[in-house]
């Protein structure tokens, strides 16, 4: 069956770190994946999308490796502020687009 | 745009009690998701439609679930008869396009049943 792992444990990173945050899947070629952010208590906010023939993407300080061939997507945040500070959701879409799964989650910790 | 709302935000009821949860996608989105939220589980598609229609219920976890979209700008979740283990955070979402576009999340509405 189709799966996607993110680190369970909590990453912990100082303040100007690059926190990296990675998306492993199998039994999927997914189109397209997407990066999420979610706060507590609220819903995910998308950060990023990365198709499957593009190896990065950037915005701001974020930046999404997607390498089709080890099935891992990295997710970089350089810079990091205590505001950066939440639970990064990993996404895949097939090729038809017509269901998004969703990875577990990795809660990232920036200690000022 | 207000974004995605739902309601209630909170919901608590007992064993055996119908429970229904509201949406309103955002305006000019032709696509609209009922996801479920669990720790054990993590964020799972339950449905999605397209123009009002479903077109995937496969996530749907038994047949006391069942959704409806009477219209663009709303949509209803509801669970009968409710049971503990469906305590979860659910969340609706509205996209423009299936492909090549995000979907916007709405807050969520924290189901407890005792």
């Known amino acids: 069956s189709q799966k996607i792992e993110q680190n369970s444990e909590a990453l912990n990173i100082q303040e100007g770190k690059t926190a990296t945050l990675t998306c492993n899947y199998t039994?999927?070629?997914?189109?397209?994946l997407q990066w999420y952010r979610q706060d507590p208590g609220r819903g995910p906010v998308f950060l990023l999308l990365i198709r499957e023939n593009e190896k990065e993407k950037r915005k701001e300080r974020l930046k999404v490796t997607f390498d089709t061939t080890l099935k891992q997507s990295l997710f970089h945040i350089t810079a990091s502020q205590p505001a950066d500070s939440a639970t990064y959701l990993c996404?895949?879409?097939?090729?038809?687009?017509?269901?998004?799964?969703f990875g577990a989650g990795t809660r990232l910790f920036v200690k000022a | 745009d207000a974004g995605v709302i739902q309601s209630p935000r909170h919901e608590v009821t007992e064993m055996g009690q119908e429970v229904t949860l509201r949406c309103k996608p955002i305006?000019?989105?032709?696509?609209l998701f009922w996801y479920r939220q669990t720790m054990m589980r993590g964020l799972e598609l339950l449905i999605y439609f397209n123009n009002n229609v479903p077109i995937d219920d496969s996530g749907m976890p038994e047949d006391r679930f069942s959704a409806k979209m009477p219209n663009a700008s709303f949509s209803t979740l509801k669970i009968q008869p409710s049971e503990p283990r469906d305590s979860a955070v659910y969340f609706c979402a509205s996209s423009r396009k299936l492909l090549e576009e995000t979907q916007y999340f709405g807050p969520g509405t924290r189901l407890l049943v005792l």
């Open positions: 039994n999927y070629s997914p189109a397209y």
């Open positions: 305006s000019g989105h032709d696509y």
């Open positions: 996404a895949l879409a097939g090729p038809g687009g017509f269901k998004t799964i």
